[in-house]
């Protein structure tokens, strides 16, 4: 009798503790979480003059042309110039800047043995997405004193020599340590890749050229450089959200599309039947505020569903033989820019959106094993069907170069300018998760 009490009496105290568990564990998620839905640990978005900053410094370039020894970088291939950029943070982990790079100009080298090619300098122009390390695996701290960041490079440099440019693509590492409220000193290190024919060409460039660059100097605030921590008491600005995790706000897409290829020197006109293709594309994203995010994506054209009477695309003797040989792939990256949440402000079931985005990546005519970088600007417009799907159409024209898709033999000009293409797709988007970005005010 006694056991069958104590027997009871525990399945009584399971049951309690049982019955107690999704109440105290609701409890536990409540003090978890603020605000209606929003984590601990979450930022206000800022307004969009917040977070700007610009730097001023010097860099010293070593050239890796194609074909040469990089061990004889010194003296034949380095170099020294100035830069200049702007910047803005959207959130503590996400920031993009652009910078203006006038090398081998003012401190000129003269005629060394790599710099022939670029004797009175050249100009590059990029772009930066930048990845705060520590606050993307780590927390937010304003008064950090050193940070540490990567990120992708992407634009396009101009021979001032030859006069003719080329896409550029790059990766770097970086790092600000923090003076005061106001300044910071900045290193960078990144290297380049460009064309051979467009860029840096030198006696020995037949492939693509590179080069790293070294930069140092002094970073301005221009503007308020902290971000406001949900829940502090500070009035959230105009259109202000919280911050998610790093995980949430992810998308995938899938769809079908068509691309006009435009070579150098060709007729446009004639893109039909000349240079049509058709394909299909794949792409990841993620939008950091509702304003901004990235979407990688692939594209591949003229292999699934070739274009027997293609005739702007390598191979050049017989075109049309592309199809048979793989077709012609793209992998690219693009920052996306939500027009109707920059001006009007973020609403999470609006039906249509307009979104604009720069992109840069490298593509592959798979027929001839060539690949060259690219960059472009496109279009996004995104139906919502419901919280978890949308129809996308996308437009956008991408440049590349001629090693790529080489046009002499078909319209009897040299190839040494840039080719591009103008692609149309159609797809549906899944968003990952239900998680959405909170307004705050």
Request: with cysteine.
């Amino acid at each position: 009798m006694y056991m069958e009490n104590k027997m009871k009496q525990m399945k009584r105290t399971m049951v309690a503790v049982l019955l107690a568990l999704p109440w105290s564990m609701g409890g536990a998620y409540a003090q978890s979480v603020q605000n209606d839905g929003i984590a601990p640990g979450a930022v206000q978005t800022n307004a969009a003059r917040d977070n700007w900053y610009g730097q001023v410094g010097i860099d010293l370039s070593l050239q890796n042309p194609y074909g040469c020894n990089f061990m004889h970088v010194f003296p034949d291939g380095y170099s020294f110039g100035v830069d200049v950029a702007v910047g803005k943070w959207f959130t503590p982990e996400f920031g993009l800047r652009g910078r203006l790079n006038w090398e081998n100009g003012i401190f000129r080298r003269g005629e060394g043995t790599w710099l022939r090619g670029f004797s009175r300098g050249y100009v590059a122009l990029t772009g930066d997405v930048q990845l705060n390390l520590h606050n993307l695996f780590g927390t937010y701290d304003p008064d950090r004193m050193w940070n540490f960041y990567v990120f992708p490079r992407a634009g396009a440099l101009y021979n001032v020599k030859s006069r003719k440019g080329s896409p550029l693509l790059g990766l770097g590492v970086g790092s600000t340590f923090r003076l005061n409220n106001k300044w910071s000193l900045y290193a960078d290190l990144a290297y380049q890749v460009m064309s051979s024919v467009n860029g840096m060409s030198t006696d020995t460039g037949a492939g693509n050229n590179g080069y790293f660059d070294l930069q140092v100097g002094v970073q301005m605030n221009l503007t308020d450089d902290v971000f406001h921590w949900v829940g502090d008491g500070t009035l959230p600005c105009e259109h202000a959200v919280a911050t998610t995790s790093f995980w949430s706000n992810w998308f995938l897409q899938a769809g079908v599309g068509m691309s006009l290829l435009n070579p150098y020197g060709a007729n446009f006109s004639h893109v039909f039947p000349n240079g049509k293709t058709l394909g299909v594309n794949l792409g990841v994203g993620k939008w950091f505020t509702p304003e901004v995010g990235l979407r990688a994506g692939l594209n591949w054209q003229n292999g699934l569903v070739g274009n027997k009477h293609l005739g702007w695309m390598d191979p050049d003797d017989a075109p049309g033989q592309n199809h048979e040989k793989g077709g012609y792939g793209a992998a690219y990256v693009d920052v996306f820019f939500d027009l109707h949440n920059i001006i009007c402000g973020y609403e999470a079931d609006r039906f249509w959106n307009a979104i604009v985005f720069p992109r840069t990546g490298i593509d592959s005519n798979f027929a001839t094993g060539s690949a060259s970088p690219l960059v472009g600007v496109g279009t996004e417009q995104a139906f919502r069907l419901n919280d978890r799907l949308k129809l996308f159409v996308d437009v956008a024209y991408q440049v590349t170069t001629s090693e790529f898709m080489d046009s002499k033999s078909y319209t009897g000009t040299e190839g040494s300018n840039s080719n591009g293409w103008l692609d149309f797709n159609i797809g549906l988007q899944l968003n990952l998760g239900k998680t959405r970005f909170k307004r705050l005010r």
